[in-house]
């Protein structure tokens, strides 16, 4: 039984790119969460989304960040035209349900550097 | 608003030494704690929880008491063993969001044999 798998582990990107960032869910989890870890700093939650909605983005800055999760295919969290303070490690987490904190279960993450 | 601090690593051990890893926590009212624990190459796994005030969460050796006197929940194991490598983070569940963790920046802890 896979766990969450988020691709690629390492993206490098120059200043100015778009950055993709993949997401599955354990398989029958219909909910996904984006969280964002800053260098040493805590994670912060960004996006959590179900099938085909976003649920609540109030984490997510406003310009150059979007995240979907559509009927079919993983969880994308797209950063259009990079800057250097987006260099950070990008976690996903799914869950059967919402209502319970401690049913997260989470990716190893993306790590992002911006050149 | 909420916040949780944990002690800065790497912490390096030897092999069945005590384990402390202090966390403490400022928030309103009485939220949930957790221990994360990401092991290389692996996703973050929830490692205990505890929910109420002198609850003590417990799995694989590791224990964490919920102290609300002194908004502490400090994991502790009694005998680490190299394989107990990994990063150890500390979260809050908010009471006002189901889904949402405050976290802690994470500990890195290094057993050597």
């Known amino acids: 039984n896979a766990g969450v798998m988020q691709n690629p582990r390492h993206l490098v990107r120059r200043r100015g790119q778009e950055a993709r960032l993949r997401c599955s869910p354990m398989k029958g989890h219909s909910h996904v969460y984006w969280y964002r870890q800053l260098p040493e700093e805590g994670l912060k939650f960004m996006v959590y989304l179900q099938k085909e909605n976003i649920i609540d983005e109030s984490g997510m800055p406003k310009e150059r960040f979007s995240a979907e999760f559509p009927k079919e295919g993983p969880s994308i969290l797209r950063i259009q035209q990079v800057v250097r303070g987006d260099s950070a490690a990008y976690f996903c987490?799914?869950?059967?349900?919402?209502?319970?904190?401690?049913?997260?279960?989470f990716g190893s993450g993306t790590q992002l550097s911006v050149l | 608003g909420d916040s949780v601090t944990q002690m800065e690593g790497p912490v390096t051990l030897s092999e069945e030494a005590f384990l402390t890893i202090n966390c403490t926590y400022t928030?309103?009212?009485?939220?949930?704690l957790f221990w994360y624990v990401q092991y290389p190459g692996e996703g973050l796994q929830l490692l205990l929880k505890?929910?109420?005030a002198d609850d003590k969460g417990s799995n694989k050796g590791f224990e964490a008491t919920y102290r609300k006197e002194t908004t502490s929940f400090h994991l502790e194991k009694g005998s680490v063993q190299v394989s107990d490598s990994a990063v150890y983070f500390c979260?809050?569940?908010?009471?006002?969001?189901?889904?949402?963790?405050?976290w802690g920046a994470g500990t890195k802890l290094i057993i050597k044999p």
């Open positions: 928030a309103t009212g009485y939220p949930s």
């Open positions: 987490a799914s869950s059967l349900e919402s209502h319970r904190n401690e049913k997260l279960f």
């Open positions: 979260a809050l569940g908010r009471q006002d969001s189901n889904y949402q963790l405050i």
């Open positions: 505890a929910t109420k």
